[in-house]
């Protein structure tokens, strides 16, 4: 019984684990035993969680996009195959998308409507930096298995950033239209560049020794800074007719 308990509570060890050696060598090359020298156990005590390599990608995966706690149950698990799992995937992240302030934003509840553009806008690019700074192992395991595995790439780009994306261009498409944002060339590819300036200093920046180097609350602010700035009208000058 206290050998059962014990590894139920080691299994987050092993998703943490599982996902840093998906991450490092891709969905192919990853090893049971990679993983098991990551946790710091023998490989055969690996099978007493689960019964092969593709059942522990799915566990990373549901636990890197938020789908479920740890799961409970006998050992070792047998979690749904990897298509089932990425079919659900893609149906929660469809569901909660949008979220937080920019769902208010969309919701067409005049009530919600800030009379403020600029503190509207930090508010929805901060809870936008935190879902990926929070999500940032995990990401980066999507990221790297979508190299190999073409369904893991559709639903990196269509199922989680495609919803993110459309969502982010109605919002900035409705408030230029209102006049409470700047009309930009392309609200599309607007949308891209505050996606992709909040993920670099949220996530990449890790990857840079010089972005490293810059600490996170720094890091945070200078993106959201410089995008909020950009996108806000500047108030007419005074006396200006």
Do not use: C, Q
């Amino acid at each position: 019984m206290t050998g059962r308990r014990d590894a139920h509570e080691r299994l987050g060890e092993l998703i943490a684990a599982a996902v840093r050696v998906f991450t490092r060598d891709g969905y192919r090359s990853a090893r049971m035993s990679d993983v098991a020298a990551e946790m710091g156990v023998t490989e055969a005590a690996i099978y007493r969680y689960v019964e092969n390599k593709e059942g522990l990608f799915v566990l990373a995966i549901r636990h890197a996009l938020l789908l479920e706690d740890l799961p409970e149950g006998d050992l070792p698990l047998s979690p749904a195959p990897l298509a089932a799992t990425l079919r659900e995937a893609r149906a929660f992240i469809a569901e909660v998308v949008p979220f937080g302030a920019l769902a208010e934003a969309l919701s067409g509840d005049e009530h919600l409507v800030s009379s403020n553009p600029a503190a509207e806008l930090e508010r929805i690019f901060r809870e936008l930096y935190d879902l990926e700074s929070r999500t940032r192992e995990a990401a980066d395991m999507l990221e790297r298995s979508a190299r190999e595995l073409p369904e893991m790439a559709d639903l990196l780009h269509a199922g989680i950033r495609g919803p993110v994306l459309a969502a982010l261009t109605r919002y900035l498409d409705g408030r230029a239209e209102a006049g409470m944002l700047r009309r930009t060339p392309d609200t599309a590819a607007t949308a891209r560049l505050v996606l992709e300036t909040l993920t670099w200093f949220a996530r990449h920046r890790f990857s840079d020794p010089d972005g490293a180097a810059i600490a996170a609350d720094v890091a945070e602010d200078t993106a959201v800074d410089a995008l909020v700035h950009a996108l806000v009208p500047a108030p007419a000058a005074a006396g200006a007719a």
